[in-house]
């Protein structure tokens, strides 16, 4: 069974740091690359960012570049989602993404606010 299980979020001060967590099993991730997106209130589905299945190569939205780093542990089955100097703009449910060719999966999402 296929799942993909974010973590780490919650409510943080402007100017704060989280860090999300995306666990996965029941595929083989290190075959995977692996992305974050997000949705804000009132918003479509954004890209926050990818990694390649090594983790040797990333890429950033525009948004996040400079704040946002995604890194992954294909030991641990595991995506991470480092964020610093959040902004109230980055409020939004995160999701993270798993894709092979066409095998895609989903996460269930993990809420970060950004609020004083």
């Known amino acids: 069974q296929v799942q993909l299980v974010e973590s780490g979020g919650g409510l943080v001060q402007p100017g704060g740091s989280l860090r999300l967590s995306c666990a996965a099993s029941?595929?083989?991730?290190?075959?995977?690359?692996m992305s974050w997106y997000r949705r804000a209130p009132g918003k479509g589905r954004e890209l926050v960012g990818s990694?390649?299945?090594?983790?040797?190569?990333?890429n950033y939205a525009d948004s996040v570049k400079g704040r946002f780093t995604i890194s992954r542990d294909n030991a641990k089955n595991t995506m991470y989602l480092q964020m610093n100097s959040l902004i109230p703009e980055d409020t939004a449910v995160y999701y993270c993404?798993?894709?092979?060719?066409?095998?895609?999966?989903w996460g269930q999402g993990t809420q970060v606010t950004v609020s004083s």
């Open positions: 990694t390649g299945s090594a983790g040797s190569s990333t």
């Open positions: 993404y798993a894709r092979r060719g066409l095998s895609v999966y």
């Open positions: 029941g595929f083989t991730f290190s075959s995977y690359a």
